[in-house]
């Protein structure tokens, strides 16, 4: 089962100095889409799903009303928020090692959750994540399961959240940036579970991405954040198509120019038309809408330094090694 949620005149403010973050902040995810939020750093796309969810810090403030399942969730108080926390609106975040307890094996974690949530017993959390588990490709389930958080990849982690959601059938599920820690082949298989995702429990989704390529293939509808405020909203391909607002044509063309970039480089190596070129191509994976300097172009940049910058030549030799398989 999904449910829509629409938020409307959205106010978020840091009670400490009164700095305003979210200004007047209003839309709607109709049920079983997903709406990708898009926008430059600091401009409250975190803040505003940690409004919807409750999860900011105590002199965060938040008005307005935040519609879900007949309820204004800025109107309950926190143990009810706990309640549909996790069991009816699911939260991954971009770093799959927050979310679990770094001094416990990651069935102990998810054995809290299946039992607080769906009232589950031990031998019935584990089967139920198993299971799961199998559905993401995670191979080894049971061996994973008694692993620490520090004896798995990022893109594991991520793997395991979305298998939990698979356990969970959340009516939301808010993805913070569920594939920007992770390397790019990575992100491949964890954005196309994804996918899976929404086509098994057909969910309604608020996923936010700096990748405009992730964003074209698993959302339905974009909403533009800048400063704050909402410059445009509306469905993917008309924002990719016809951007109206000078922010949301700067994010489009920018990714464009990239992926001219991209193939000049595949084309003086002889590589354009390769399997790999046209997958990048296609999907933008790896870009990133933000180069520092155009005429520069030949860099990715995984936003503010929070990955390295990948030189052109870098990405075109991670091609090649992936090409061959001794790519880690
Ligand atoms: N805990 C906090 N207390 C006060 N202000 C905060 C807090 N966290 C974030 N902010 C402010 O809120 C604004 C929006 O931050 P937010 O984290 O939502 O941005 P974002 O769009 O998610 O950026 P990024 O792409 O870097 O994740 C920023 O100006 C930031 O300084
Ligand atoms: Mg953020």
């Given at each position: 089962m999904s449910s829509s949620i629409k938020?409307?005149?959205?106010?978020?403010?840091?009670?400490?100095?009164?700095?305003?973050?979210?200004?007047?902040?209003s839309f709607e995810v109709k049920k079983n889409r997903?709406?990708?939020?898009?926008?430059?750093?600091?401009?409250?796309?975190?803040?505003?799903?940690?409004?919807i969810t409750g999860i900011h810090?105590?002199?965060?403030?938040?008005?307005g009303c935040i519609a879900f399942d007949g309820e204004n969730l800025l109107e309950l108080g926190q143990e009810s928020m706990q309640?549909?926390?996790?069991?009816?609106i699911?939260?991954?975040?971009?770093?799959?090692?927050?979310?679990?307890?770094?001094?416990?094996?990651?069935?102990?974690?998810?054995r809290e959750t299946l039992a607080e949530k769906l009232d589950l017993k031990k031998e019935a959390a584990d089967h139920c994540m198993i299971s799961a588990m199998n559905r993401v490709m995670l191979n080894n389930p049971e061996e994973i399961l008694q692993k620490y958080p520090h004896q798995l990849?990022?893109?594991m982690l991520q793997r395991i959240m979305i298998a939990l959601a698979l356990a969970l059938e959340p009516e939301l599920i808010i993805a913070d940036e569920p594939t920007t820690a992770l390397d790019t082949i990575t992100q491949y298989e964890v954005v196309d579970q994804f996918i899976k995702l929404r086509k098994e429990i057909g969910t309604t989704m608020i996923f936010i991405?700096?990748?405009?390529?992730?964003?074209?293939?698993?959302?339905?509808d974009v909403l533009v954040m800048k400063d704050g405020e909402k410059v445009e909203e509306g469905p993917i391909e008309e924002i990719f198509t016809k951007p109206q607002h000078p922010y949301t044509q700067y994010l489009v063309s920018t990714r464009a120019a990239l992926g001219t970039n991209f193939k000049r480089i595949m084309e003086e190596t002889g590589d354009v038309g390769s399997e790999e070129c046209e997958k990048v191509l296609s999907t933008g994976r790896g870009f990133?809408?933000?180069?520092?300097d155009d005429s520069q172009g030949c860099e990715l940049s995984n936003e503010q330094g929070r990955m390295p910058w990948y030189h052109w030549r870098k990405w075109k030799w991670k091609i090649d090694t992936w090409k061959t398989g001794s790519w880690d």
């Open positions: 938020i409307s005149n959205l106010k978020i403010w840091d009670d400490r100095d009164d700095d305003v973050i979210i200004k007047d902040l997903c709406l990708a939020i898009v926008g430059e750093s600091g401009s409250g796309k975190s803040m505003t799903v940690k409004g810090k105590p002199w965060i403030e938040c008005t309640k549909i926390r996790g069991r009816k699911f939260m991954i975040f971009q770093d799959g090692m927050t979310a679990f307890d770094p001094s416990c094996m990651i069935r102990v974690g998810l990849s990022g893109g991405s700096h990748d405009l390529g992730v964003v074209r293939q698993i959302a339905d990133i809408h933000e180069a520092e």
